[in-house]
């Protein structure tokens, strides 16, 4: 749960999270998962649960082996769209950046 709250506290607001989204039309999950996995070799490493006021939203972080990273955001209808994407993730021990 601290890793959810260091990443939402990393947008000013949660509008901005969802920014990518009204640009990208968002796609099934399950399509959007298979892409990830068989064109950037990234796979679901963790899941976090958002309860906005008038929705839920599942957040998920797909990391490869080879450094690259993707964020998703899926709605209850499981719609998913990508809030952010990079290189270069690191590991870290629970609680180690928070402190």
């Given amino acids: ?33 298979s892409k990830l996995a068989t064109e950037s070799e990234e796979y679901l ?22 450094g690259s990273w993707t964020i998703l955001m899926t709605d209850v209808h499981s719609m998913s769209c990508a809030v952010g994407n990079g290189d270069h993730w690191m590991q870290h021990k629970a609680g180690e950046i928070l402190n």
């Avoid at 709250?5 to 796609?27: E, G």
């Avoid at 008038?54 to 082996?65: I, Q």
Wanted: hydrophobic residues 55%; aromatic residues 14%; positive net charge.
């Fill in 1 to 33: 749960m601290k890793w959810l709250v260091f990443l939402l506290a990393m947008f000013p607001s949660a509008a901005l999270a969802i920014t990518p989204c009204l640009k990208n039309p968002p796609m099934p999950r399950d399509f959007v998962a």
């Fill in 45 to 66: 490493t963790w899941q976090g649960l958002v309860a906005a006021p008038n929705n839920k939203f599942l957040f998920e972080l797909f990391l490869s082996d080879h």
